[in-house]
């Protein structure tokens, strides 16, 4: 039923609205879509509404915009997550299994990759090896333009089999690649270049487009269960991959020396798949899917909180995979032993894991951007004031730096995609973060073998610089895209 109002109640109730303040012809634009830091919206029936004249002035907060329409859009409501119940955890509980299994692999291409330097790629240079481990990480990111929509449409059941079938194959293919030349004659593997492309096939390629499927869909399926509670959600999956680059380091320390690199991947094959296969069963979807969703959408970054916000997690990716990938060689260059660089990843892992967790829960208080500010300023303290100092004889120094530095780059690589999400509505999550990772995507694969060149060529110090740098410039893209959403007029105590 449709209530029409006289006219002269409507302008009565115009008549009463306060005046905005500063500039009358622009307003911000809203903080969040459901922000933590907004109230509830209130939807009036025509039983609520008052029976007696005038119409009184509605004080609530306006109803939430659509950030591709900018008008308001019962979809928004209607899409409003749960919050919490016994789905939503059991799907974070699977989140966490996934993101254990594939980010946590991934993160341990620290101690893999001098592996290859070692026995199978001994005549190749080691930023021609990290081209291998850059294309898995671009993959996996990269294609997720084409996953996110796919997400939205059909839901996260087939995509996350299909994924996890993807990624095992891979896998379980380099068990059988043999790390001895007489043993990689026999099978026809003489030639270092025929092993360099089957690792680049089954680590870049193969795992990279498997990992594209899970993990994209692992996290836009929280956009489902949690608005409010996000930054926690996202913070507990994004442990596991800390939990995982903690523990698959220490698992290869023991298996390599003992069982060598074939029964080493076939045992992490088995471990990989019992949490797969833990994923796939937990994980599931609430909403249903859309139909017409488009495989990128250029439109996004005519908004430029999304343009900076997505710069910025272009410059901390890039911080985050070459820590992982060559903070082990670093310290061989400084001069450490090869030992140390198991413990490394491992702290660093470990470091990781307490921040995104830490992030995630006091993001939803003081706001998700806040909190990715306040994070890169500490990860910014911790590379001149720690890093700069680490020397060979301060074994410590170097342990307290992996654990700080992983902690301050666990927080910002777990608030990214929340940040990312905030500027959307939840079914159309999958394709913006698609969107804006694509983008990412670049960063991943072009870190680790400019890093490589980078200590090649400018030593240990001006390594450590050009990090900084990195993120300093990470620090101006997010404090910009804060600057925008409050419509250009900053305001500390806001809850961005």
């Not at 119409?55 to 859009?73: G, L, R």
């Not at 487009?209 to 869909?217: F, K």
């Not at 959408?297 to 890039?318: E, K, L, P, V, Y």
Request: aromatic letters at 12%; hydrophobic letters at 50%; one cysteine or more.
């Amino acid at each position: 039923m449709t209530m029409v109002l006289p006219t002269m109640e409507m302008d009565t109730a115009a008549s009463n609205q306060p005046p905005p303040k500063g500039n009358n012809m622009t307003r911000p634009r809203p903080l969040s879509t459901f922000s933590s830091a907004s109230t509830d919206v209130d939807i009036l029936t025509p039983t609520t509404l008052p029976k007696i004249a005038p119409f009184p002035v509605d004080t609530s907060p306006a109803a939430p915009v659509d950030p591709e329409n900018v008008v308001p859009t019962k979809e928004m409501i209607l899409d409003s997550p749960p919050e919490g119940g016994m789905q939503a955890w059991l799907t974070v509980a699977g989140s966490f299994c996934i993101t254990t299994a594939v980010y946590g692999l991934s993160n341990s291409v620290g101690v893999i990759q001098p592996y290859w330097a070692q026995h199978h790629l001994s005549s190749f240079a080691v930023q021609d090896i990290a081209w291998i481990s850059g294309a898995n990480i671009f993959l996996c990111l990269f294609l997720g333009v084409q996953v996110g929509p796919w997400f939205d449409r059909f839901g996260p059941r087939w995509l996350l089999m299909a994924g996890s079938l993807v990624y095992l194959a891979g896998l379980v293919g380099l068990g059988f690649l043999p790390e001895q030349s007489d043993a990689a004659a026999r099978q026809g593997l003489r030639d270092p270049r025929t092993m360099y492309g089957l690792l680049m096939l089954l680590w870049g390629i193969i795992m990279g487009s498997g990992a594209a499927l899970c993990c994209t869909v692992a996290l836009s399926v929280l956009a489902h269960w949690f608005e409010k509670k996000r930054g926690l959600a996202v913070g507990i999956v994004f442990v596991g991959s800390s939990v995982g680059g903690a523990v698959f380091p220490l698992v290869l320390r023991s298996t390599l020396p003992n069982l060598g690199w074939e029964w080493s991947m076939r045992i992490l094959a088995l471990i990989v798949a019992s949490l797969l296969g833990m994923g796939n069963i937990l994980i599931k979807g609430r909403i249903k899917g859309r139909r017409g969703s488009g495989a990128i959408n250029f439109r996004c970054f005519r908004d430029a909180s999304f343009f900076w916000t997505t710069i910025g997690c272009f410059m901390n990716q890039f911080i985050l995979i070459a820590g992982l990938g060559m903070v082990p060689t670093w310290a061989l260059a400084k001069g450490f032993e090869q030992q140390s660089t198991f413990v490394i990843v491992a702290v660093m892992s470990g470091g990781s894991g307490v921040g995104r967790l830490v992030a995630g829960a006091i993001s939803d208080k003081i706001g998700r951007f806040n909190t990715m500010i306040l994070t890169t300023i500490f990860s910014i303290i911790t590379t001149f004031a720690v890093w700069m100092l680490v020397e060979t004889d301060r074994t410590w120094l170097l342990y307290l730096f992996s654990a700080l530095f992983g902690f301050g780059t666990g927080c910002v690589i777990s608030i990214g995609p929340i940040c990312v999400g905030q500027l959307t509505i939840p079914s159309k999550f999958g394709q913006y973060y698609g969107t804006s990772y694509s983008v990412v995507s670049f960063s991943s694969l072009l870190c680790i073998p400019l890093s490589a060149s980078i200590l090649e060529n400018l030593g240990t110090q001006g390594f450590v610089l050009v990090f900084g740098a990195v993120l300093l410039s990470a620090l101006a893209a997010f404090l910009m895209a804060r600057f925008a959403i409050q419509g250009y007029a900053w305001r500390w105590r806001d809850v961005v």
